[in-house]
């Protein structure tokens, strides 16, 4: 299973940032999200496609449908410039999927 | 509070064998809905999850990496353990130990210990 994201976006500071990720009938797994700063570990910061930690803003939303899922952040931060990973749980194949990543960059 | 520490050596020497260990706190890995697994991430490159250990030992694996992997679980220690064979240029890589709930994805992660190749 094959998880696909975009190596980058780049949005304003304040503006809306949105950030896909694609797979085949995505809609039947449950889409968790990542936020990996440079030298840090990752942080999730979105599960089962839309719920949100105790800790992360609610700037960040989620969304599943059809074969993409989006991780929304809307007026956007410097702080918020990281590594971007989408993941699922698969029944066959590799267990644990990873997509590709995206950088986000604040302008 | 879930806490999880990584071990091993930060220096491999080419064809042999690492083996990490994660030790955690927090939780017990003895039901299923409990999983503690293994991440690596190659400099500059993306996340790449390598095996997963639930609490009733049901093992996952990379299938690439399949027959290089094991991982193992010492209840009693809290700790579980991977090893991978035959350690190359290609495994390079800073390695988190990260534990998962009811599939909710991987809220805990380790500091990452970085492992490289000896010369």
């Known amino acids: 299973y094959v998880l696909t994201q975009p190596p980058s976006v780049s949005v304003a500071p304040g503006q809306t940032a949105r950030m896909t990720c694609v797979g085949d009938?995505?809609?039947?797994?449950?889409v968790h999200w990542y936020q990996q700063k440079a030298g840090q570990a990752p942080v999730v910061v979105m599960y089962?496609?839309?719920d949100r930690p105790s800790g992360i803003p609610e700037r960040f939303s989620g969304s599943n449908s059809e074969d993409t899922a989006t991780l929304t952040i809307t007026r956007v931060e410097p702080a918020d410039e990281a590594d971007y990973y989408c993941?699922?749980?698969?029944?066959?194949?590799?267990?644990?999927?990873f997509g590709g990543g995206t950088k986000l960059t604040v302008l | 509070q879930v806490t999880l520490k990584e071990s091993g050596p930060a220096l491999v020497k080419p064809t042999q064998t690492l083996t990490l260990a994660c030790t955690f706190s927090?939780?017990?890995?003895?039901?299923?809905?409990?999983?503690v697994g293994w991440i690596r991430q190659s400099p500059g490159k993306a996340l790449e999850w390598l095996a997963l250990?639930?609490?009733?030992?049901?093992?996952r694996y990379r299938q690439s990496l399949q027959s290089r992997l094991t991982i193992s679980k010492d209840t009693a220690k809290d700790q579980v353990v991977l090893t991978m064979t035959n350690f190359g240029p290609e495994d390079i890589a800073t390695y988190y130990c990260?534990?998962?709930?009811?599939?909710?994805?991987?809220?805990?992660w380790g500091q990452g210990t970085l492992v490289t190749v000896s010369s």
């Open positions: 990260v534990h998962s709930r009811s599939g909710s994805g991987f809220h805990y």
């Open positions: 927090g939780f017990s890995l003895s039901t299923t809905a409990e999983s």
């Open positions: 250990i639930y609490g009733d030992d049901d093992k």
């Open positions: 009938n995505l809609k039947g797994y449950s």
């Open positions: 089962y496609d839309a």
């Open positions: 993941q699922v749980y698969e029944g066959s194949g590799d267990h644990v999927v």
